[in-house]
């Protein structure tokens, strides 16, 4: 099977904090083959390509969307083994999320098939269709109706065969479990046995993805289940095999050299006499270096000893203290620059303020601190060439850019270059990019052999593009009724997801300027929704203090009936608000929030405790969500579980201290990110909508967390803090 | 300097050629394809790598091959007995925890290594022992309710 043409039906618009998807790649090799390679016996003086040393944008790479929808013909969706098993596929990935496990349930639904009769080969650019990347919450909406109609449709090949070769009419059949029944006669044929008809290759070759109808939700026999992670088996026991486990024959072990400081070139590297390059491959090809050798010790010693012989120019870099001044002086108001300001103004904008009284306005900045993903596996590539056909393992959650990336970097068909995820040790938005498969794949054919490259932690967490900072200035005013009178709100750099007030206003405005970045940034589990959220739900908050209504009445007040509303209710009646808003405690505070982003609805209630001298904590969260028709719930809680926590993270402690070009928080023992004794109290309410379509849950749940543990201190200590993290030091 | 080095692993005697220094972690998985151990920081600050050196959890990143010389080492893929899932392993199948997985291995480990020293542990005394060991999807309730389950009175 080959990769073949994209019909682009339903184009994915990118927001724009997806800085990393439009930003060029890292690298621009020599092709003029001027590059050094060699493997070392003596020293030697490099010269070549020395005024070309700094990073070049890689030119006319495609751009492509997220989101690809396409004609196909079944066969290249589906194989139906001799064994009565489907092997289905997809350029879906898996990375914790669930969608091995969710995408098997949309096809086991379809063919009227129990989950363990499915088999998914995920992400290989060679075997699956391009079904766009693993992003923005899209499998739930997108990929799991693409699969259903796919699979609806090959079940009605299925049973027009089956009546054929039982000489009744399909109607006359039932089709469960792998069979296909009679109903009159109780004659039957299995999936295995119609497998084998060689009827079925051609008749699913000619098929395209058709009319057949889709079970509905309350029909469900596997979709809306709690299937269990379908390959947890070869998790518990060590034998999956993640991007960082890909063994070849004869692979070499790579690391490559960076830079001292943000921004720094190399301005000369004179290969020392080392005895730790001795039997190491080195390659420089202008902006790159880097080694491969028998073993990560002896790479890391290799890169050791070329790092000390580096001259590099570093030129001035922005602190984490200066950022977010920075941020505002380097905004960009130009319609024509990427990515453009974004206003909506409504009533009379901006001017609406003005006409209200001083008391009765408010003026709050909130800044939010560049944060990592930190996956727990950082990125990893193993790269092989043969014949000049290059063929990459990695962990990305977008295998279709990886591949273009590639294509671009070595100058090759499209034809010639395979990418392939297995499913990936954590991503959370930060594995768009093919960085390290371009920089294994170099090693790799500089060294004539495979050559597995994984980024250490401390490379993850200064080089990896991480989630933007954002400077965030809300102006708005409260009418002599207490109600929000006009509403402005200006994102600088961070993003434009979830900017929009879901508040009655009269009078308002949003706005998204772009910045100058001093780092590397781009997508995050939710993007900027939940520096939006931080911002929008604390001044809410701020005004219903201003308005001396309860935080709760005071949204509602502002709220039309709707999903919203209704998450808002049931995490209030749930949490028991009312009650614990009006008890409140010295040493204690109660704090909500509540959002929408991508479909799905959230509404968060937090207590937190805060001793004198010691550091708050938040001993409960409880959350309401709703995103449509559940197809998962065992699954769905633990990523709106997992989410809570991981945004627990971002809202108290995580953050990136950088000065002088250098990161000071550059591991796990200087950025905390949330232990297990770290958990509150956790209390989930899912919604169940079956009446209403599934969309995704993987991001939206951590958007209401911040917020509301800032609206639990405010409420405790009486102190308002506007700036994520809220406890940096802890305390 | 290259050297010979035995080692026990899983019950077996292995052979390596391999310099003293190098990470255990690195061994296991280079040297001896064992690649269920995985890195995560390099700082023994996560856990992904956790091994057990004579029954005690250790984080193999940081541990030299050299040290391990003459200990028993443990790694997941001597869990369980052929087919059959050690009982931890059960319980994270049985309580789904597990999301991208990576930690899981080194989360069964430090579980192992608590539930051999102390087979009835508080939940407070969980926390404390798994404390180490990051799970980034932050699937904690759920590692928790397999291990607390693990440690129940059948």
């Given at each position: 099977m080959s990769r073949h043409t994209l019909t682009l039906t339903t184009p994915y618009v990118l927001e724009a904090e997806r800085y990393e998807l439009r930003a060029d790649g890292l690298y621009r090799f020599d092709p003029d083959r001027r590059a050094f390679v060699q493997v070392l016996g003596a020293s030697l003086v490099i010269a070549a390509s020395a005024a070309t040393a700094s990073a070049q944008p890689n030119g006319g790479r495609r751009r492509r969307g997220d989101e690809q929808s396409r004609t196909e013909s079944l066969d290249q969706r589906f194989h139906i083994g001799a064994d009565g098993v489907v092997t289905v596929f997809t350029s879906k990935v898996e990375v914790g999320q669930g969608s091995r496990t969710q995408l098997t349930q949309a096809a086991a639904e379809e063919l009227r098939l129990p989950a363990d009769r499915i088999r998914l080969v995920m992400a290989d650019t060679a075997l699956c269709p391009d079904d766009g990347g693993t992003a923005g919450s899209r499998t739930t909406p997108a990929n799991v109706p693409q699969i259903r109609r796919a699979a609806a449709a090959a079940r009605e090949i299925l049973l027009a065969l089956a009546a054929q070769r039982l000489q009744v009419d399909p109607s006359q059949l039932d089709c469960r479990e792998g069979l296909f029944a009679d109903r009159s006669s109780g004659k039957q044929l299995t999936l295995a046995e119609l497998a084998q008809n060689d009827a079925l290759k051609s008749l699913l070759q000619d098929a395209a993805s058709g009319e057949a109808s889709l079970a509905d939700a309350d029909q469900w026999k596997v979709l809306g289940t709690s299937v269990p992670q379908v390959n947890a088996r070869d998790l518990v026991t060590g034998a999956a095999r993640f991007p960082s486990d890909v063994s070849r024959p004869g692979m070499l072990y790579g690391k490559v050299l960076r830079a001292p400081t943000y921004n720094a070139t190399l301005q000369s590297l004179e290969i020392p006499a080392d005895p730790a390059l001795s039997g190491v491959t080195i390659v420089r090809d202008n902006s790159f270096v880097g080694v491969a050798a028998g073993n990560s010790w002896l790479a890391a010693a290799a890169i050791d000893a070329l790092a000390a012989a580096a001259k590099w120019d570093n030129p001035p870099h922005p602190s984490s203290d200066e950022l977010f001044t920075h941020l505002k002086k380097t905004a960009s108001h130009d319609g024509d620059a990427w990515p453009r300001p974004r206003v909506d103004a409504w009533g009379d904008g901006a001017q609406a303020l003005d006409s209200v009284p001083p008391e009765r306005r408010l003026a709050a900045d909130y800044t939010v601190a560049y944060i990592q993903h930190a996956p727990l596996e950082p990125r990893a590539a193993v790269a092989q060439w043969n014949d000049g056909q290059l063929t990459v393992w990695t962990g990305s959650q977008q295998p279709s850019r990886v591949h273009s990336e590639l294509s671009a970097a070595f100058q090759l068909p499209a034809d010639r270059v395979r990418v392939i995820v297995p499913d990936t040790g954590g991503s959370f938005g930060g594995k768009h990019t093919g960085e390290v498969a371009v920089e294994a794949a170099r090693l790799a054919k500089a060294a004539g052999k495979p050559v597995s490259l994984r980024w250490s932690r401390e490379e993850e967490f200064t080089w990896a593009y991480c989630r933007p900072a954002g400077l965030i200035e809300v102006r708005a005013a409260l009418d002599d009724a207490g109600r929000i009178a006009a509403w402005d709100f200006t994102n600088y750099n961070s993003g434009e997801s979830g900017i929009r007030l879901p508040y009655d206003a009269p009078h308002g405005r949003t706005q998204f300027l772009a910045a100058d970045s001093p780092l590397r940034q781009g997508s995050y589990r939710a993007l900027a929704s939940t520096a939006n959220n931080f911002a929008r739900e604390s001044a809410i908050d701020e005004l219903a203090a201003m308005a001396a209504a309860d935080p709760l009445a005071f949204r509602l007040a502002h709220l039309a009936d709707g999903r919203l509303k209704d998450v808002l209710t049931a995490v209030a009646e749930k949490f028991t608000w009312t009650e614990r808003y009006a008890r409140r405690a010295a040493d204690r505070g109660v704090g909500l929030a509540c959002g929408t982003e991508k479909g799905s609805f959230v509404a968060a209630c937090v207590e937190v405790e805060v001793q004198p001298g010691g550091a708050p904590r938040v001993t409960t969260v409880c959350q309401a969500f709703e995103?449509?028709?559940?197809?998962n719930p065992a699954n769905l809680r633990r990523q709106v579980e997992g989410a809570i926590i991981m945004g627990l993270g971002g809202a108290l402690t995580e953050q990136m201290v950088f000065k002088d070009g250098r990161l000071a928080t550059a591991s796990f023992s200087k950025y905390a990110v949330p232990r297990m004794a770290d958990v509150p109290q956790l209390d989930i309410v899912l919604l169940n909508r079956p009446d209403l379509p599934s969309v995704g849950a993987g991001e939206t749940p951590i958007i209401a967390v911040a917020p509301a543990i800032a609206n639990a201190l405010a409420n405790a200590t009486g102190r308002r803090i506007r700036s994520m993290p809220l406890i940096p030091g802890g305390s | 300097m290259t050297q010979q080095l035995k080692l026990k692993v899983n019950g077996r005697d292995v052979a390596v050629d391999a310099h003293g220094e190098r990470p255990l972690l690195d061994v296991l998985r280079e040297d001896l394809g064992l690649t269920g151990a995985k890195y995560g920081c390099g700082e023994g600050q996560c856990g992904a790598c956790t091994v057990l050196l004579d029954g005690a959890a250790v984080r193999s990143c940081v541990t030299t091959v050299a040290d391990a010389v003459g200990m028993s080492i443990e790694t997941i893929e001597g869990l369980g007995e052929g087919d059959a899932l050690h009982p931890l392993q059960q319980a994270f199948v049985d309580h789904g925890a597990a999301q991208c997985g990576y930690c899981v291995p080194g989360q069964i480990m430090s579980a192992v290594a608590l539930l051999r020293e102390n087979a009835r542990p508080s939940r407070a005394e969980i926390i404390a022992a798994m404390n180490g060991n990051l799970c980034r999807c932050c699937n904690y309730p759920s590692i928790l309710a397999a291990i607390e389950h693990a440690a129940s009175p059948k």
């Open positions: 995103c449509g028709a559940i197809q | -």
